[in-house]
């Protein structure tokens, strides 16, 4: 899944001159919390909502601004941003990296879309099929050639169709890997997987009381 599958386009935009009470009162109407800052049709800079709070606090650093602040004075600048074929994950690294809530998209320097972190928890969501009826599957393998393809061929030869399968190194030596399959009697299917010698973290053995 690529950041052009995710992001939000076109973008709600805003000038350089337009006003915190302005920018607040837009993002509050169109319920977005970030606000691309456009110059003759080229990025500069993002306004959010927490840049418009913080600079209008009394709290703030200095003297709050005032509500007929240009947003110039508080953007965020150099601004990072994604490209429309970077992959979700890289994104989700960048900005959880960076500490930042959305990715403005650029295409031959212009303003493609916006990706934000909602939209990188619903790219989550398709990724593991929890969208579609499905049941979980949870394993420890090995970390070695083969293991993936003999519990997905078991699953197979059990008419067993698996809709996503997502897999992460556990330490030096195993994995996890969880699946959806295409059955909610993970229960059993758990079992018989024990039977094979393949040790199954969820669902656990014993039902929860």
Do not use: F
Request: negative net charge; charged residues 25%.
């Amino acid at each position: 899944m690529l950041v052009k599958d995710v992001m939000h386009s076109p973008v709600l935009t805003v000038s350089e001159e337009l006003s915190l009470q302005e920018a607040h009162d837009l993002m509050y109407a169109n319920r977005v919390r970030h606000l691309p800052v456009l110059r003759e049709g080229r990025l500069v800079g993002v306004i959010t909502d927490r840049d418009v709070r913080l600079a209008c606090s009394p709290l703030a650093k200095g003297t709050a601004a005032s509500p007929g602040t240009p947003v110039a004075r508080v953007m965020s600048r150099p601004v990072i941003t994604a490209d429309p074929l970077d992959p979700v994950e890289e994104a989700a690294r960048t900005m959880r990296t960076r500490k930042i809530g959305c990715l403005p998209v650029l295409e031959d320097d212009q303003l493609a879309g916006i990706v934000t972190g909602i939209d990188l928890l619903d790219a989550l969501l398709k990724l593991t099929g929890v969208e579609k009826p499905s049941g979980r599957l949870e394993l420890r393998l090995p970390d070695e050639p083969g293991q993936l393809a003999l519990l997905t061929g078991y699953l197979a030869d059990q008419g067993v169709n698996v809709h996503s399968l997502l897999t992460y190194p556990e330490d030096a030596l195993t994995v996890r890997s969880v699946l959806r399959v295409n059955t909610q009697n993970t229960r059993a299917l758990a079992e018989e997987l024990r039977q094979q010698g393949l040790e199954v973290l969820w669902p656990p053995e014993k039902p929860w009381v």
